[in-house]
């Protein structure tokens, strides 16, 4: 099925701004588009990475899920780095080679790198920056949660991967069509990053088994409480969200398991690919996870 073209209004809020940057380190370079508030005035915002699937672009990615309108309401900068087909076919963020897993290297260090970038440029709150993405994005985004703990106050993973899950393109394979074997802990003893999850549990290109995964790497570090809330979309989809909160209470790890979705976006808008309007609204769940934390004082 051919898509409709994307116009402006499917992508950015009238007002608002969606510029084009690059940065560029001796690891490569990458372009990105970042979307502005239009109550920015120089005062200091929360900003959110977010990164896409594969074969997405930043518009795709911004029109499908509606963060910038979601940003807009909440005057958050949103950050969409791109991922172009010279560095993977299928414009697929490496998150399986070991060279992209590590912290100062590879695309870890251009992500991280942009992500300053914009902090340089820009007023941002910088104990309020957060990394989120979809499939091989989520997957990358959970490896910039694992080395750049100290940049990032909370991850957002759709339809993605634990840390470590693979190591190359056959182990990639295996960890989706079934999850990944042993994603061994990287973060080691280091406290969790918040990190909340979605995932459809009928999803066939990522297996749910990957979300369930995610919180397992995460619990080790944690005494936790366990709430569970069954919820209904009307005339959408059920879900089971699965909070695990500190010893203080507060929820360090959130789970929806989103029963009958498949590998989309949930509550996505129709004009972005690989989107499932059926809800819940990840985009803003997760943005409400987002500015429920921040980096705590060093």
């Known amino acids: 099925m051919k898509r409709a073209p994307l116009s402006t209004p499917d992508i950015v809020p009238e007002g608002a701004r969606f510029i084009e940057g690059t940065y560029s380190s001796p690891a490569g370079s990458r372009a990105y588009r970042l979307f502005i508030p239009s109550r920015y005035r120089q005062q200091p915002l929360p900003l959110v990475v977010m990164l896409h699937?594969?074969?997405?672009?930043?518009?795709?990615?911004?029109?499908?899920?509606?963060?910038n309108f979601i940003a807009e309401e909440r005057n958050c900068f949103v950050?969409?780095?791109?991922?172009?087909?010279?560095?993977?076919?299928?414009?697929?963020?490496?998150?399986?080679?070991?060279?992209?897993?590590?912290?100062?290297?590879?695309?870890?260090?251009?992500?991280?790198?942009?992500t300053r970038q914009i902090m340089h440029d820009y007023s941002v709150d910088p104990k309020r920056v957060y990394v989120g993405g979809l499939s091989a994005g989520a997957a990358a985004a959970a490896i910039m949660g694992a080395t750049y703990d100290d940049l990032y106050?909370?991850?957002?993973?759709?339809?993605?991967?634990?840390?470590?899950?693979?190591?190359?393109?056959?182990?990639?394979?295996?960890?989706?069509?079934?999850?990944?074997?042993?994603?061994?802990?990287?973060?080691?003893?280091?406290?969790?990053?918040?990190t909340i999850v979605f995932h459809?549990?009928?999803?066939?290109?990522?297996?749910?088994?990957?979300?369930?995964?995610?919180?397992?790497?995460?619990?080790?570090?944690?005494?936790?409480?366990?709430?569970?809330?069954?919820?209904?979309?009307?005339?959408?989809?059920?879900?089971?969200?699965?909070?695990?909160?500190?010893?203080?209470?507060?929820?360090?790890?959130?789970?929806w398991n989103i029963h009958g979705a498949g590998h989309a976006w949930s509550g996505g808008s129709p004009a972005g690919s690989y989107t499932d309007p059926r809800g819940p609204d990840a985009t803003r769940?997760?943005?409400?996870?987002?500015l429920e934390h921040s980096l705590p004082e060093p």
């Open 53 to 67: 699937g594969c074969t997405q672009s930043p518009d795709d990615f911004a029109a499908g899920t509606r963060m």
């Open 79 to 114: 950050v969409y780095p791109a991922q172009p087909s010279r560095a993977n076919q299928a414009k697929c963020w490496n998150w399986f080679r070991t060279a992209d897993q590590q912290r100062g290297k590879g695309e870890p260090s251009l992500i991280a790198g942009i």
């Open 153 to 194: 106050a909370a991850i957002g993973i759709h339809s993605g991967l634990a840390c470590g899950a693979a190591t190359d393109l056959p182990s990639a394979l295996v960890a989706m069509r079934q999850g990944g074997s042993d994603p061994r802990a990287i973060s080691g003893d280091r406290p969790t990053v918040p």
């Open 285 to 290: 769940e997760m943005l409400r996870f987002f």
């Open 200 to 255: 459809g549990d009928r999803d066939t290109t990522v297996h749910p088994n990957n979300g369930g995964q995610i919180l397992e790497q995460s619990l080790g570090t944690m005494s936790k409480q366990k709430k569970v809330h069954r919820g209904q979309v009307p005339g959408g989809h059920a879900y089971t969200r699965t909070i695990l909160s500190d010893a203080g209470g507060r929820g360090m790890l959130e789970h």
